[in-house]
């Protein structure tokens, strides 16, 4: 079992920056791909990023790479999303997951275990 805990939302101006947390809890917790998604009022989740285990490959939705970075500490059960040069667009509440049994998956109906999101807010 994994719980986990998004923290770092807020409001931002555009071209700014946060840095999501999320704190997870749980023994397995380094051997799960773990991914951050998003969800706009009156859009579907998306996939924004997503990192194997190791931390060694790294994915993310092309409507944010090259401004965010998905990081991992297995010794302190963290991962991260820096999030840079933010955009108007990228207001959402961001959701941390876990899955299990996957080298990578965007597929939000394979992940075993989700957070209950922070709001980020991108002001023009």
């Known amino acids: 079992q994994v719980q986990l805990v998004e923290s770092g939302g807020g409001l931002v101006q555009a071209g700014g920056s946060l840095r999501l947390s999320c704190a997870a809890s749980?023994?397995?917790?380094?051997?799960?791909?773990m991914g951050w998604f998003r969800q706009a009022p009156g859009k579907e989740r998306e996939f924004v990023a997503g990192?194997?285990?190791?931390?060694?490959?790294?994915y993310y939705a092309d409507s944010v790479k090259g401004r965010f970075t998905i990081s991992r500490d297995n010794a302190k059960n963290f991962v991260y999303l820096q999030m840079n040069s933010l955009k108007p667009e990228d207001t959402a509440v961001y959701y941390c997951?876990?899955?299990?049994?996957?080298?990578?998956?965007?597929?939000?109906?394979?992940?075993?275990?989700w957070g209950q999101g922070t709001q980020v807010t991108v002001s023009s």
């Open positions: 749980g023994r397995t917790f380094s051997s799960y791909f």
């Open positions: 990192i194997s285990w190791s931390g060694g490959s790294t």
């Open positions: 997951a876990g899955c299990s049994g996957v080298v990578y998956t965007r597929r939000i109906d394979e992940y075993d275990y």
